[in-house]
């Protein structure tokens, strides 16, 4: 294989062992679509990756003439604190990426972050190619209401976004001391974050966000409703046009595979009725995964009643429920948590 150009890309993924196969997806494609690009540099931060997995991830990144940097996952409730309670459910790997300026090399100054449920359909040039200016870094406005700007403790006017692609000014974050300004808010909220590593970020970088085009990061909600649809369910205070949000769902450039309550099935999922499955079985099948058998879907209880329940009444009807739990519900539970562990802390 002959590599032309004179680019320099350096990318990076959070993983576990069980997400291996994912990323390897992910991996797959962020590869075919970068044969142009002279040095490309993937790092994955991973918590505990296999030797047998890595051999594998190692196999796809020999194909094409790369390697993968593996960088173990530090102790995240040591660096956030020893004191602070994190609950179960959220996932440490999750939480890394607030500290990407710490953990990658201190040469790498410029990075982007993906998520390992992805798939890259088309070159990246434009995403690292996009001028960050002063912010800290650049995502997609996921289009919520202003309540789940208020439930992060800032203020209600402005953008709520999605962190699976983020282009990352590290050095900017360095010297802003990012990492300690995202310790602080965990400890100022309690140990209680909602919406994880994502809400920390859209509130220690609030205006310090550039925005990203839609076609960068096409979610599962936005294969699941029209745009008239979106809009009624999440009653956004800002969001793309409709020509954007149909232009990126014509001709993406990354899929980003989200859970979503209407379309609750991921394509390494057994009959997985996401319309972009095709496009994510067509890469696994290069990668030395494509004879493992596809996962079973099996998901909580509670979200499977209530993906049913949507789909046994008319759409309107479920889009309208759905925007109530968005505006009232949600929000409501974010802010009662939010008090429990404020207590919680106090007593200790």
Same mark, same amino acid.
């Given at each position: 294989?002959?590599?032309?150009?004179?680019?320099?890309? @350096?990318?990076?993924?959070?993983?576990?062992?069980?997400?291996?196969?994912?990323?390897? #997806? $992910?991996?797959?494609?962020?590869?075919?679509? /970068?044969?142009?690009?002279?040095?490309?540099?993937?790092?994955? +931060?991973?918590?505990?990756?296999?030797?047998?997995?890595?051999?594998?991830?190692? +196999?796809?990144?020999?194909?094409?003439?790369?390697? *993968?940097?593996? *960088?173990?996952?530090?102790?995240?409730?040591?660096?956030?604190?020893?004191?602070?309670?994190?609950?179960?459910?959220? &996932?440490?790997?999750?939480?890394?990426?607030?500290?990407?300026?710490?953990?990658?090399?201190?040469? #790498?100054?410029?990075?982007?972050?993906?998520?390992?449920? *992805?798939?890259?359909?088309?070159?990246?040039?434009?995403?690292?190619?996009?001028?960050?200016?002063?912010?800290?870094?650049?995502?997609?406005?996921?289009? /919520?209401?202003?309540?789940? %700007?208020?439930?992060? &403790?800032?203020?209600?006017?402005?953008?709520?976004?999605?962190?699976?692609?983020?282009?990352?000014?590290?050095?900017?974050?360095?010297?802003?001391?990012?990492?300690?300004?995202?310790? &602080?808010?965990?400890?100022?909220?309690?140990?209680?974050?909602? *919406?994880?590593?994502?809400?920390?970020?859209?509130?220690?970088?609030?205006? !310090?966000?550039?925005?990203?085009?839609?076609?960068?990061? #096409?979610?599962?909600?936005?294969?699941?409703?029209?745009?008239? @649809?979106?809009?009624?369910?999440?009653?956004?205070?800002?969001?793309?046009?409709?020509?954007?949000?149909?232009?990126?769902? $014509?001709?993406?450039?990354?899929? /980003?595979?989200?859970?979503?309550?209407?379309?609750?099935?991921?394509?390494?999922?057994?009959?997985?009725?996401?319309?972009?499955?095709?496009?994510?079985?067509?890469? !696994?099948?290069?990668?030395?995964?494509?004879?493992?058998?596809?996962?079973? &879907?099996?998901?909580?209880?509670?979200?499977?009643?209530?993906?049913?329940?949507?789909?046994?009444?008319?759409?309107?009807?479920?889009?309208?429920?759905?925007?109530?739990?968005?505006?009232?519900?949600?929000?409501? %539970? /974010?802010?009662?948590?939010?008090?429990?562990?404020?207590?919680?802390?106090?007593?200790?």
């Amino acid at each position: 294989m002959i590599i032309v150009g004179g680019f320099y890309y @350096e990318f990076f993924f959070l993983s576990d062992d069980k997400f291996a196969e994912i990323f390897a #997806v $992910a991996l797959e494609t962020l590869y075919e679509q /970068h044969n142009h690009v002279k040095r490309l540099r993937v790092f994955l +931060i991973e918590n505990n990756v296999s030797i047998e997995s890595k051999k594998k991830l190692n +196999i796809i990144a020999e194909k094409f003439e790369r390697r *993968i940097e593996y *960088i173990p996952m530090p102790n995240i409730r040591k660096m956030i604190g020893t004191d602070l309670y994190i609950p179960n459910t959220l &996932n440490m790997v999750d939480f890394a990426r607030l500290f990407a300026c710490d953990i990658l090399p201190s040469d #790498v100054e410029k990075a982007v972050q993906l998520d390992c449920d *992805i798939v890259v359909r088309h070159p990246l040039d434009d995403l690292w190619n996009f001028d960050l200016k002063d912010n800290y870094c650049a995502m997609i406005n996921e289009g /919520h209401n202003s309540k789940m %700007r208020t439930v992060l &403790n800032i203020p209600a006017d402005g953008m709520y976004f999605n962190s699976g692609v983020v282009p990352m000014n590290l050095k900017k974050m360095r010297e802003d001391k990012i990492g300690e300004k995202c310790v &602080n808010y965990i400890k100022n909220m309690h140990g209680y974050v909602p *919406i994880n590593a994502q809400g920390v970020m859209n509130a220690v970088m609030d205006g !310090r966000i550039g925005l990203l085009s839609p076609k960068f990061n #096409v979610y599962s909600l936005m294969y699941a409703f029209t745009y008239n @649809e979106y809009l009624k369910l999440r009653r956004p205070n800002y969001y793309y046009s409709r020509e954007e949000y149909e232009n990126a769902l $014509a001709d993406p450039i990354i899929v /980003h595979y989200m859970t979503c309550f209407y379309l609750d099935e991921r394509p390494w999922m057994k009959e997985c009725k996401h319309p972009m499955t095709k496009d994510f079985l067509s890469a !696994r099948s290069k990668t030395p995964w494509v004879n493992d058998t596809l996962w079973d &879907n099996m998901p909580n209880f509670s979200r499977k009643i209530y993906c049913d329940f949507c789909h046994m009444i008319p759409k309107p009807l479920a889009i309208w429920i759905s925007s109530l739990i968005y505006e009232y519900y949600l929000p409501a %539970r /974010h802010i009662w948590m939010k008090k429990k562990f404020a207590r919680s802390d106090s007593n200790t």
